[in-house]
């Protein structure tokens, strides 16, 4: 898997735009980007994936470099629910396990 | 489709003991995985399956651990003789596609 470095944790107001960035600089031609969250005591959930276009989904936007060595995860109005752990994920080409590493922990704030 | 679901969602064990873990995938996803998760930690890989087929298995599936998926429908993990670093939360996942996983919410084991 690509290594990823992601912030240890970020804050951001209700309401706001949440950013969140993933450094992928070893990322392959063929590897994909993958965003997942963590709600305390909750198993994680999928967000959003891409290879290099930008996408969005009804969860959050995905912004890719044109390099691709780094992306940005976008939640357009963070809500109080929105708070948990984010993990940014490049599982190697036709590998068979997702693996996770600290996340960012982002915490929004009334 | 009630998505992935786990039993128990608490087990609590004395040391020596052996347990089990029960996952029952989203009925159409072919991929299963098992993953532990210690307290402030990333969820860590365990094992995966390709239907009924064990196909990858982390160091970290000691020869304590065995999993099964029978006719690739529901798993088990199963922990024999425990220990107290096996304290953890244990975390099921299928998918039909690499990265599009859908989690259960998890059994949390406490070994005392």
């Known amino acids: 898997d690509a290594k990823t470095t992601q912030p240890p944790s970020m804050d951001c107001a209700e309401g706001r735009a949440a950013n969140l960035p993933c450094n992928h600089s070893?990322?392959?031609?063929?590897?994909?980007v993958y965003w997942y969250r963590q709600i305390h005591s909750q198993g994680p959930q999928y967000i959003i994936h891409?290879?290099?276009n930008n996408e969005t989904n009804e969860m959050a936007s995905l912004i890719i470099t044109e390099d691709r060595k780094s992306s940005t995860l976008i939640l357009p109005h963070a809500t109080l629910r929105d708070t948990a752990v984010y993990y940014c994920?490049?599982?190697?080409?036709?590998?068979?396990?997702?693996?996770f590493g600290a996340g960012t922990r982002l915490t929004v704030k009334p | 489709d009630t998505g992935v679901s786990q039993n128990p969602r608490h087990k609590i064990t004395k040391r020596g003991q052996n347990v089990t873990f029960r996952c029952d995938p989203i009925?159409?996803?072919?991929?299963l995985y098992w993953y532990r998760q210690t307290l402030g930690q990333g969820p860590e890989f365990l094992t995966y399956?390709?239907?009924?087929?064990?196909?990858?298995k982390s160091r970290l599936l000691s020869d304590r651990f065995s999993a099964e998926r029978p006719k690739g429908s529901f798993s088990t993990l199963e922990i024999q003789r425990t220990e107290q670093g096996d304290s953890a939360m244990y975390l099921c996942?299928?998918?039909?596609?690499?990265?599009?996983?859908?989690f259960g919410s998890g059994t949390r084991l406490t070994v005392v």
């Open positions: 009925s159409e996803h072919n991929r």
């Open positions: 070893t990322i392959s031609g063929n590897e994909y």
């Open positions: 891409g290879l290099k």
């Open positions: 996942a299928s998918s039909l596609f690499q990265g599009g996983y859908t």
């Open positions: 994920i490049v599982p190697a080409y036709n590998n068979n396990d997702m693996r």
């Open positions: 399956f390709q239907n009924e087929a064990q196909l990858e």
